[in-house]
């Protein structure tokens, strides 16, 4: 029987019970200098820095964020969770402003960020609050709603958390907030989403049709689009089972395209010109069909 993947919130669960001990911590609990450097060569502790240890190894990004005074912040922090991060990049780590800038604590491989953080986090990690503050103004635009999305539809955050984070942005983020949507359940499907509003066409996202089940966008009430990732795409299994739904809903009077996430994300230019020649084409072939029926429904998208 296949093991499930732990979810985010219990990644990020597992991230926050990680206890980071000073040398005073160890020492209260009878372990002396001696014992700590026995212990430490045995294996039963790891030394991320100077005075702090860890019972067991710890991702490299913690590792490294601790050994350089700070702890993971921003991206890192929720790539390791298992937020939709659109690239991941070098660590970003936190280090607190009251703390010295000298060049031994600086990271040239890590951003360094040394803003004040609104919320408590733990030795080793800001708050999830604090991470997504700083990942939108890291990212570009569509990355950052993208980011967004999946900490709402995980559930981590809820609508009102994220308007006090916007909030507290600077103004000229302020115009990305309405583009957020939970529904999105991955990173393809914020930028398609992004795509189809920029394209002022009629849509609606997670539409359950009987017969098929549930599919990303319904566009026009006639044209489904699926965006296909390798995370839940991958095997042959799922391949069959995605042909036996276009084949479903070609029966039905759909079509179904599917952009894979690589496209998506690196040649967008090409999946909207793909999509909107698929409109132009075949459009007309639906007009007062599937549109009509939608508009009647009251379904019409694109909100």
């Known amino acids: 029987m296949p093991v499930s993947k732990p979810t985010v919130a219990q990644r990020l669960a597992d991230l926050q019970r990680i206890r980071i001990y000073s040398r005073a911590d160890l020492f209260d609990q009878g372990l002396g200098a001696r014992g700590i450097t026995a212990a430490v060569r045995a294996g ?27 702890r993971i912040g921003c991206v890192t922090l929720l790539h390791l969770i298992g937020v939709f991060v659109l690239e991941k990049p070098a660590a970003h780590v936190h280090v607190s402003p009251q703390l010295s800038r000298s060049r031994h604590r600086r990271s040239r491989s890590a951003t360094m960020h040394w803003s004040p953080c609104h919320e408590p986090g733990t030795a ?15 990212q570009a635009p569509r990355a950052a709603i ?39 359940e991955s990173g393809p499907e ?15 996202t997670q539409v359950t049709l009987v017969g098929i089940g549930r599919v990303d966008f319904v566009v026009d009430g006639w044209l489904i689009i699926e965006c296909d990732s390798r995370e839940f795409h991958e095997g042959w299994d799922q391949q069959v089972e995605d042909r036996a739904r276009d084949l479903m809903a ?5 079509v179904t395209i599917r952009p894979i996430a690589a496209d998506i994300f690196n040649r967008p230019d090409r999946v909207r010109a793909a999509i909107t020649d698929v409109i132009a084409v075949l459009g ?20």
Do not use: K
């Not at 820095?49 to 005074?69: N, W």
């Not at 080793?124 to 890291?138: L, T």
């Open 250 to 254: 070609a029966q039905l009077g759909y």
């Open 146 to 184: 993208a980011t967004v999305d999946s900490v709402l539809h995980h559930r981590l955050l809820t609508r009102e958390q994220i308007v006090r984070i916007f909030r507290s942005l600077p103004a000229r983020f302020q115009a990305l907030l309405p583009l957020v949507d939970a529904s999105a």
């Open 284 to 303: 007309p072939l639906f007009e007062g069909r599937r549109r009509s029926q939608l508009r009647r429904n009251g379904r019409s998208g694109g909100a």
């Open 44 to 70: 039963r502790l790891f030394r991320l820095r100077r005075g702090h240890y860890v019972t067991h190894q710890v991702p490299d990004d913690i590792a490294d964020a601790v050994h350089t005074g700070g």
């Open 190 to 204: 914020t930028f398609v989403r992004l795509m189809l509003r920029a394209l002022g066409v009629p849509f609606e």
């Open 124 to 138: 080793h990690a800001v708050s999830v609050w604090d991470a997504v503050r700083e990942s939108i103004r890291c």
